[in-house]
Structure formats: C-alpha cells, structure tokens
C-alpha cells in the first residue's frame, strides 16, 4: 500500500536541489544533437498547484522555491532554475510547481525519448494527464526500479537516469543501489541521479559506501542541509548522487549549495559537494 504524495512536498528545499541538478544534467545532455533517453523511475504527479489542499497543508513550498523566486544573486544555475519555475507559472506569483516529469519535458526534443514510472494510482492518473499529447513520452504504470532494468541499455546509447524513491518503505534504501548497481552492469555509460533523504545519517553512510565498493566509477555526491543532524525524526537535509555527472556539475554546485545554504538553511545548515569515486 503506498501512502506517499509528493504533492505534500512539491517545491522545497529537497525539490530544489533536486531539480536544479536535473536541469543541469539535462541541459548537458541536448548540447549535442545526438538523441538521448530520460528515465523517471518514481516520477510523481508531474506538475503541483498551490492551491492542492496537500500543498497548503504543509507549505514545505515556502522554505524552498518561495524563497528564490526574486532571486537575484549572481549564480547563474539558480537564476536559470527560478526561470524555469517562472516558465511554468502563467502568473506574476507563484501558483506552479513542477515535478521532475515537467522539469524534463522542457529539455526533451521531438527525437528524444522520455520514460515516467509511476505506482500509486492516484498519481499516475494525474501524471497521465500531465504528461498527454506527446509521443515521444511514455508513462508506466510499473515498477521503476525493475522497469529502468528493461530500458538499458537504450536503442540511443545515451541516457539520464532520475531515480527518485520515497523511501516510506525502509527497503528503499537498498533496493535504489542494487538497482542501480544492475543498470550500471548493463549500460556503464549513461547518468545516473539518485536523489536521498538525511533523516537517519547511518542510511546514506550505507549508501555511500556500498556505491564506493560497487566498482563504479565517477561518482559525485552533493547534499544541502537546511539544518544540522539530528535523532529527532524528520528529514534535515537531502542530496543527489551522480553516476557520471556532466563535467561542469561539481564547480556549478560548488558556486550553488553555499548561495543555497545562505538562502535556505538555517544557521545549523552546510552543504556537500564531493568527488565519492573518482573517473
Ligand atoms: N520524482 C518526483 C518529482 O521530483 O517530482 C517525485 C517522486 S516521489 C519522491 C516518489 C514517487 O514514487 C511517489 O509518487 C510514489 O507513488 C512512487 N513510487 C513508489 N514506489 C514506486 C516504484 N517501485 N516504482 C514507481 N513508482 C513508485
């Protein structure tokens, strides 16, 4: 039974790292013409309205998004993010949030191909809807751990992974490594994301360790903590692990996570920004 909405979280500080780094890598991926496949293993429902009662339940969207749409500082990654965001809102203010299915349809070609894994059936019925009239997008209602398996390597030979899960299910944990372990043993070449909550710190050490003794090379980690560690329970900080980044993802988060960190967090918080494997 899954009980996790996204829409409950859509635009805070997690999906703004998040989404940032997803940009980044996609805006890498169409500077060359060659096709490429995107693949959301967990994509959500695509695109949230503040005015979803889950939305205005919780407010996360305040700490994270709110927070940078007068942005006006001098990194460029952050200003192209809160275009991007700006992009999808019809209005002065903000009433839009995009899921990463949204974030990468703005970067997809007509030759290229895009692929949403979705579960839960409420959320699949939305990102349908979300994510109609184009051909080249394809929306699954499948496993994405086990669905990103039968999708490499890609006809394209080129691919960006996001694999987002919700890890309500503890298991998630390693059921995301092993799963990208195998699609890495299949297609060595492609980008993988792995996006990560720091609620329990011992989690992501694992994490961490068993993609360092996986034989994988190349791999980037990059974390923001809007607060320092903590055994209470609640999610304090989140971060992407990057399986063959675009060369330029470490120095531009080296310039975002500490302009995202003064904007962001609170006095507690820092930011990660490490070569985990090297090339
Ligand atoms: N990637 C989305 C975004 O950035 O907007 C958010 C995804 S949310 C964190 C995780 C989603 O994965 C939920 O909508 C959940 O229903 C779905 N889900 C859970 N287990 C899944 C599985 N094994 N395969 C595909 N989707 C799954």
């Not at 974030?103 to 979705?118: C, N, P, S, T």
């Not at 990560?196 to 990059?222: A, C, H, M, T, W």
């Not at 975002?256 to 494997?277: C, I, K, N, W």
Request: charged share 25%; glycine share 6%.
């Amino acid at each position: 039974m899954l009980s996790y909405r996204h829409s409950f979280h859509a635009g805070n500080p997690a999906d703004v790292i998040k989404h940032l780094i997803l940009a980044q890598s996609l805006k890498h991926m169409v500077k060359k013409d060659k096709p490429f496949d995107y693949i959301d293993t967990h994509s959500g429902a695509g695109f949230f309205a503040l005015e979803n009662a889950d939305m205005q339940k919780t407010k996360e969207y305040e700490d994270g998004i709110a927070k940078l749409w007068d942005y006006q500082g001098e990194v460029a990654a952050i200003s192209e993010y809160v275009a991007l965001i700006k992009g999808l809102n019809n209005t002065e203010s903000l009433a839009h949030y995009p899921g990463s299915p949204k974030v990468a349809e703005q970067y997809l070609r007509k030759h290229d191909k895009g692929w949403f894994f979705e579960l839960h059936p409420q959320d699949l019925t939305l990102l349908e809807k979300n994510m109609s009239g184009k051909r080249s997008l394809r929306v699954k209602g499948e496993n994405g751990f086990t669905g990103l398996l039968g999708l490499v390597p890609p006809i394209s030979r080129r691919a960006c992974v996001l694999m987002d899960p919700p890890y309500e299910i503890k298991t998630d944990y390693d059921k995301a490594v092993d799963s990208l372990i195998k699609a890495h043993k299949r297609f060595s070449t492609g980008t993988y994301l792995l996006w990560y909550p720091v609620v329990e710190r011992e989690r992501i050490d694992r994490i961490e360790q068993r993609l360092q003794q996986s034989g994988i090379k190349n791999i980037q980690l990059f974390e923001l903590a809007t607060s320092a560690d903590t055994d209470v329970h609640g999610m304090t900080a989140s971060g992407m692990i990057a399986i063959n980044p675009p060369y330029t993802l470490m120095q531009t988060m080296q310039e975002v996570l500490p302009e995202l960190v003064s904007l962001l967090s609170d006095e507690t918080g820092f930011y990660r920004a490490e070569q985990l494997v090297a090339e």
